[in-house]
């Protein structure tokens, strides 16, 4: 694999471009495979990486009935945080959030993490007093975060109106070492790092259906023929139940939209992320001077990619008496992910009753930033058979046994 640098740049350009090489390979689906990761976005690239990496498993093929990175990967707002309420979550999130520190030289691949920092607004008084347990839960968790007055956050985000006749913002929880990222650049770059490897990455390639003999996988049948295989990682986000389903058990998540928008670019006027549960919207300025900004879930199940105009309405009108120089701006797009949900909000990462046959899900709508750290886990659950230090809170017989990690109420708003 050409190793890209400003070098590299240079001598393309005198050459007219013509010696770049494609960033990873589209080959033929082999007879048998060690390792078959169903879901080519994020998280499916990102334990593939980290099985080679980390584990020397390369005999690898990660399986994608669309295109990669086509799904929530490419449909988020790109919030990266770790700024967790329960020691779980705050742990695999802080892995995430540090590895995106050096993912680009990681994969020599610019991802574009912006540490910018993330705000969440605390706009009621019992706000407040959550979003300091969460800064002395942070403070014990050695995540970096701190509570801070109204006039700091004007000062970090002038364009806010602090002073909103419903709401006035009291405060908020500030991660500094928050941000954002390019999040096709994130999918591209474990691309390209897997391929190099001699992993195989099968776009267009539909499972149909996972084979299994004495409670064990055996395989894996596609729209491109049958795959045999060792061991399968379902890591397909909103379609995980029906993936479960092929495999013959069920899984507690339930699929919902998470729609979100863009504006028209401007100028830069805001170098933070803010988030404002009270009156449910986020917002952050892209690269592009595009305004991105997103709400909550739709309020019932559901498999759609598109937008509602009732969503525009709702989060559009939320954010507007925080920040009114939006009200004058237009829309320039909008999207919508199918999110996996589990009812205490924490993902799964676990074996299943299937042998050999490990899940990656429920991230609801903060899976983007877990990527990393989410693939480093995984990776480590399907090498060894076991779930490391990581993972473990996140097996599926917590829902049985009631070991809830519960961030239905501390997460906030969609993140």
């Known amino acids: 694999m050409k190793r890209y640098s400003a070098f590299a740049i240079a001598k393309e350009a005198i050459r007219y471009h013509t010696g770049w090489e494609k960033a990873w390979r589209s080959p033929a689906p082999k007879a048998k495979y060690d390792v078959v990761i169903i879901g080519a976005g994020g998280h499916g690239l990102a334990t593939a990486y980290y099985l080679g990496k980390n584990h020397g498993i390369t005999n690898v093929a990660i399986i994608e009935k669309g295109w990669l990175g086509g799904g929530n990967t490419g449909r988020n707002t790109t919030i990266i945080r770790s700024n967790y309420l329960q020691d779980p979550s705050a742990a695999i999130y802080e892995k995430a959030r540090s590895l995106y520190e050096t993912i680009s030289q990681d994969l020599n691949y610019n991802v574009m993490f912006s540490p910018r920092g993330v705000m969440m607004l605390a706009q009621t008084q019992h706000e407040i007093r959550g979003y300091q ?53 994130v999918a591209w770059g474990y ?23 004495g409670g064990k996988v055996v395989g894996v049948d596609t729209t491109k023929g049958a795959i045999a295989c060792g061991k399968v990682g379902i890591v397909v986000a909103g379609h995980s139940s029906v993936l479960a389903e092929m495999a013959g058990f069920r899984l507690p998540v339930e699929s919902l939209a998470l729609q979100a928008l863009v504006s028209e670019p401007i100028k ?24 991105v900004i997103g709400g909550g879930t739709d309020g019932y199940n559901n498999y759609t990619q598109r937008g509602s105009f009732h969503h525009i309405e709702e989060t559009v009108r939320a954010l507007i008496e925080t920040f009114p120089m939006i009200s004058r701006l237009k829309m320039l797009r909008q999207w919508g992910g199918i999110v996996d949900m589990t009812g205490d909000r924490s993902p799964l990462i676990s074996k299943t009753p299937v042998g050999n046959v490990f899940v ?11 990527i990393p750290g989410s693939g480093w886990a995984m990776a480590e659950l399907v090498a060894k058979g076991e779930p490391g230090p990581l993972a473990a809170a996140f097996d599926m017989n917590r829902f049985i046994e009631g070991r809830f990690i519960d961030e239905s109420v501390a997460a906030g708003v969609a993140h």
């Open 133 to 185: 347990r969460t800064a002395h839960a942070n403070m014990l968790q050695g995540v970096e975060t701190q509570f801070i007055g109204p006039e700091k956050v004007k000062e970090l985000c002038p364009i806010m109106n602090i002073d909103g006749p419903r709401y006035p913002v009291l405060g908020a929880l500030w991660q500094p070492r928050g941000g954002t990222a390019r999040h096709d650049a």
């Open 191 to 213: 691309a390209r790092a897997c391929s190099d490897m001699g992993m195989d990455i099968l776009q267009q390639c539909e499972v149909t259906g996972v084979r299994t003999e």
């Open 360 to 370: 990656n899900c429920g991230w609801g709508t903060g899976g983007f930033k877990a």
């Open 268 to 291: 830069p006027c805001m170098d933070v992320v803010v988030m404002a549960n009270t009156v449910h919207g986020y917002m952050s300025q892209s690269d592009k001077g595009e305004m």
